[in-house]
């Protein structure tokens, strides 16, 4: 028995997201389903993680286990000419028995696309967020560092996100590791956040972006977002953002 590791490229745009749905198509399905077909046998596909619907993956991990012999160049290959054209697979390796995507995982980077413009590309619609072209990122700026470091980050907890009866485990606390935010572009009008950190709750980095949205366009100061993060009640914080800015980079491990 094989266990591989696989590394997954996705356009999140008209799926459910990672997750089996029912009724709904779903990246777990559509690679289980082309597992099945190339291996001719049962496989079930441990994600590192969920994406919700819409979200987009340069670097999501997932493991199999497999009796087939198949080489790992010739699985990468079989498994692209069955997938659609919105789901690849970009790297395999074989990994030791006792490895779970999910569970061996120590990290995510995500990163949230935005531009501040009037008239936004058509070629950017599904991959970005429009925001209003006087957006402050020099707010932006000096909230990033509030969020660097162990903190309980319920204030950016949707609910559902964990069961809230339990006492054990750490709860809504997180480490984030890195947040910075860029600026591309001829006009340097296409933004991109960068959010790495050792887990995240439901929706985490889209209520942080959602908030951080509010503070560029003026309706929050960064004192504000600095007392949202202690506060440590959603209601505080700002709307989610859409799904298509965001993308999964990659899987620490």
Partial sequence: MRNIKLVLGYDGTGYAGWQR???QPSIQQVVE???VRLTQAPVILHGAG??????HAEGMAANFQTESAIPLPGLVKGLNSM???????LAAENV???FHARYNATGKVYEYTFMATEIMPPCLRLYAVQVRRDFDCEAVQLCLPMLV???DFSSFETA???????????GAVRTIFTARLTAEGKDGRLYRLTIGGDGFLRHMVRNIVGTLFAVGRGRLAPLDFQKIVV???????GMTAPARGLTLKNVLY
Avoid: C, F, K
Wanted: proline share 2%; hydrophobic share 35%; aromatic share 0%.
């Fill in 231 to 237: 506060a440590r009640d959603r209601s505080q914080a």
């Fill in 96 to 98: 030791a028995n006792d």
């Fill in 50 to 55: 969920r994406t919700d619907a819409g979200v």
């Fill in 149 to 151: 470091g162990t903190h």
């Fill in 160 to 170: 559902g996100s964990r069961d809230l009866s339990l006492t054990g485990g750490r």
């Fill in 21 to 23: 749905q029912l009724g």
């Fill in 83 to 89: 997938l659609p054209e919105a789901i690849r697979v």
């Fill in 33 to 35: 389903e082309a597992l």
